[in-house]
């Protein structure tokens, strides 16, 4: 292991539990990740081996049944984890999302509910905020619920749903009417529960199939389709309807530092993908490493990923000491997969025209590596959030 994304005062268990992931990664993701994601096949004995790991349940309290760890060591697995395939990293995400939430805003009724289930991987978390028509806009939601008979009728249409097939329970945002003067007030989370598969999965509710894209394969990104569902009141997460925007927000928040952990496995692999070709790949007479045109490219590589790696630890720790940190998550979003394509594209042109070839690891990472770009908040979002939040703690006096 080279130099790159050391994290200093880490416990002697999370240095275990890395350890134990990273072995993991080497010798059960990264032989069979090519593979699997040209085949754009589940990875299923991987996400078992996850399960065994504990990894579903790392963040979930141990009077849940889950390890009880910190953000800061969740966020370590996740960039690991990516580093082998960050498809895999995304089976994770989206279920800790749902989790968190569930821990943050839940009712001790919903917790008991679901989290030990969901620390065994039984059952299976999807986040859904998007629909068709909008991404960012969250106050845009058309998808509405109803009240009826004490539950909630819901209709409408859900877009980028990362386990939308594979989950078991999609905490799902709708607008619902409480009479507020705000739309972000008129906003409520519902805990949708379904079987996983496609078609018909419950009442009401279609997964229609899995969404073509150029990258992110493996993982199945759909659609959702609600009709009419019916769903009961103690189903609303905390069971208070109308809090919906900010409890998804908090969730967010902490995806943020998810992608930027993921974007950081991304551009750690890349940059180990060149500094290996750069020293077998001759030219002249001697390995390119030694050109300095490659060797000055190694090192800005290697300056990036340090430098993503730093922010993203930073924003997981405040999380964790309880402090607003939703500008150093949105500094550590935006400047992780920025730096995260520039490192890849570098790699890249590192291995010429070798790395145009499916062959190659990088020609994976490269398509990879463009999701960071757009994953919970682009990067004109996140200097959006930054920007505002400046103005008020610089405001002139």
């Not at 598969?197 to 073509?212: R, S, W």
């Not at 490659?294 to 300056?303: G, P, Y």
């Not at 990472?365 to 908040?377: D, H, K, P, V």
Request: overall charge negative.
């Amino acid at each position: 292991m080279g130099r790159l994304c050391q994290t200093d005062g880490l416990t002697e268990d999370q240095q275990e539990i890395l350890k134990a992931v990273r072995t993991f990664v080497d010798e059960q993701i990264i032989p069979v990740a090519q593979e699997l994601e040209h085949a754009d096949e589940y990875p299923q004995e991987i996400v078992d081996g996850l399960k065994e790991l504990g990894v579903f349940g790392l963040m979930i309290p141990e009077e849940y049944d889950g390890l009880g760890e910190s953000l800061l060591t969740y966020a370590l697995c996740v960039e690991e984890i990516a580093r082998g395939w960050m498809s895999v990293s995304g089976v994770i995400n989206t279920h800790f999302i749902v989790a968190y939430m569930l821990m943050r805003h839940g009712t001790e009724e919903q917790k008991k509910k679901y989290l030990p289930r969901m620390a065994t991987g039984e059952v299976r978390g999807a986040f859904s905020m998007s629909e068709p028509g909008l991404g960012s806009d969250v106050a845009a939601v058309k998808t509405r619920a109803v009240a009826v008979d004490g539950g909630y009728e819901i209709t409408g249409q859900k877009m980028w749903l990362t386990n939308g097939g594979s989950s078991t329970l999609v905490a799902l945002l709708a607008k619902t009417d409480e009479g507020a003067d705000s739309v972000y007030k008129n906003m409520t989370t519902f805990l949708v529960e379904k079987e996983p598969g496609f078609g018909e999965v419950a009442q009401g509710v279609t997964i229609p199939g899995k969404i073509d894209k150029m990258g992110y394969k493996g993982v199945d990104t759909t659609e959702m389709v609600l009709e009419g569902h019916r769903i009961g009141a103690d189903q609303v997460l905390g069971e208070a309807p109308g809090r919906g925007f900010y409890q998804m927000m908090d969730g967010v928040e902490v995806g943020r530092v998810n992608v930027a952990a993921r974007a950081c496995g991304i551009a750690l692999r890349a940059f180990e993908l060149g500094i290996g070709y750069s020293q077998q790949r001759e030219t002249f007479g001697k390995p390119i490493a030694q050109h300095q045109a490659i060797l000055f490219r190694l090192a800005e590589m290697a300056t990036k990923v340090e430098a993503a790696h730093t922010m993203m630890v930073r924003a997981a720790r405040l999380k964790d000491q309880g402090e607003r940190m939703d500008v150093e998550a949105g500094m550590a979003k935006m400047l992780a997969s920025e730096f995260c394509t520039e490192v890849v594209q570098d790699s890249f042109r590192i291995h010429g025209g070798y790395g145009y070839s499916k062959e190659y690891e990088i020609e994976r990472l490269y398509r990879e590596a463009a999701f960071m770009l757009i994953g919970e908040g682009t990067s004109d979002i996140q200097k959006m959030i930054i920007g505002r939040r400046l103005l008020e703690d610089y405001a002139l006096r």
